[in-house]
């Protein structure tokens, strides 16, 4: 089941994007996507890894780029927990919904 909210974020190069909630369906993570106004997806904000807890992900940062990400960060919809969580050859840092998104 997803979810498409009110809630946007203003990207550099994509303009407003609208975030789209989902669940993972093997063992209901957070997924969160941005799709542009033209209905299009724009990135893929969260990776599955392992069971979190509800509202925290692994963000997808090796999927996108360095501007995205600022502007996906930049928007105040997210804070960062400090943890790191490796995955293959690379890291991902975890990070948790502080804004009612719901």
């Keep these: 089941m997803s979810k498409e ?3 946007k974020i203003k990207t550099t190069h994509y303009g407003e994007c609208i975030i789209k909630k989902q669940k993972y369906q093997n063992n209901g993570n957070l997924a969160l996507s941005l799709v542009g106004q033209d209905g299009f997806p724009v990135a893929t904000i969260t990776t599955n890894i392992f069971a979190m807890e509800e509202n925290t992900f692994c963000a997808n940062i090796h999927n996108m ?3 995205l990400w ?3 960060v930049g928007s105040g919809l997210f ?3 400090g ?3 490796p995955s293959g050859y690379a890291d991902y840092p ?3 919904v502080i804004a009612d998104i719901d």
């Design 5 to 7: 909210f009110g809630m």
């Design 65 to 67: 780029g360095h501007t």
């Design 70 to 72: 600022n502007d996906i």
């Design 79 to 81: 804070e960062s927990t």
């Design 83 to 85: 943890e790191w969580v």
């Design 94 to 96: 975890v990070y948790k």
